[in-house]
């Protein structure tokens, strides 16, 4: 499939992959096995991704590698076995969570999306293109409530450093990035081509421009963290045994 644009195509439907980094917080598991091709019941997380963003109508996923991405490519093939058309573009030098989009500038459409090579969750790929679509933003951020809990007592104090409250073991609510992104390419405006540049940059630059950032709410649904060998053996646990909710359409036997 050649991409192609003007008034009479269409390009396809497009997801980038970010699976160049070297995945240290998962250490020593990542030191033999890159991020992506960790596996959850059996197989890679990134298997499990292009079975989904096929699902939900991706047609064309463009694939950043890095670090042992000879090994993603040779897992994830050209991806036919997945309905889909899946193409690499490595990072000779690290470019951050944004950076790599320069690398594949060319076939990017207007809207597309962008995610982490190591998100595990539920989320409608589809419907998160479509309201970022319709809002016309530059950037539409999937986000998702965390509770953090402080092992410890805090303390308030005022001016004059006394005590004027006092919380034990507090949890705090949050809204994180999934790792899961909807954008435009007018993203492409806050950064140099071939220049490392971070997800944090990103929205720290727009937010300067009065550019707003969208977000995406997927309370209601599922996301497994994986970042650090607690986390990873959690999600192993939880996805075994919630399969069919992030994989509905494959039926009880899948897997």
């Known amino acids: 499939m050649t991409a192609q644009s003007g008034p009479d195509q269409r390009l396809p439907v497009t997801a980038v992959m970010l699976a160049g980094g070297l995945g240290s917080r998962l250490a020593p598991l990542t030191a033999v096995i890159p991020k992506p091709l960790v596996p959850i ?73 962008v995610l982490n090579g190591d998100v595990l969750s539920d989320i409608d790929f589809a419907a998160l293109l479509a ?46 990035s999934m790792g899961v992104y909807a954008m435009n390419k007018r993203v492409l405006q806050y950064f140099a081509p071939h220049a490392a540049f971070g997800f944090d940059q990103l929205v720290l630059a727009m937010l300067a421009k009065g550019d707003p950032v969208g977000t995406f709410n997927w309370g209601h649904g599922r996301w497994l963290d994986i970042g650090r060998p607690s986390d990873y053996a959690v999600a192993q646990e939880r996805f075994a045994a919630e399969r069919s909710l992030y994989l509905p359409w494959e039926g009880p036997s899948a897997g």
């Open 41 to 113: 019941d059996n197989e890679a997380i990134a298997e499990i991704l292009l079975r989904q963003l096929a699902h939900h109508g991706v047609q064309r996923v463009l694939v950043s590698i890095g670090y042992l991405g000879h090994l993603i490519q040779a897992v994830l093939g050209d991806g036919a076995r997945y309905g889909l058309q899946v193409l690499y573009q490595r990072e000779e030098l690290p470019l951050g969570t944004v950076g790599p989009l320069w690398l594949v500038e060319p076939l990017l459409p207007d809207n597309f999306l």
């Open 131 to 176: 309201a970022h679509q319709a809002t016309d933003r530059t950037l539409t951020v999937a986000t998702f409530p965390k509770q953090v809990r402080v092992d410890l007592g805090v303390l308030q104090t005022g001016p004059d450093g006394c005590v004027n409250a006092f919380v034990e073991k507090p949890a705090y609510d949050f809204e994180v």
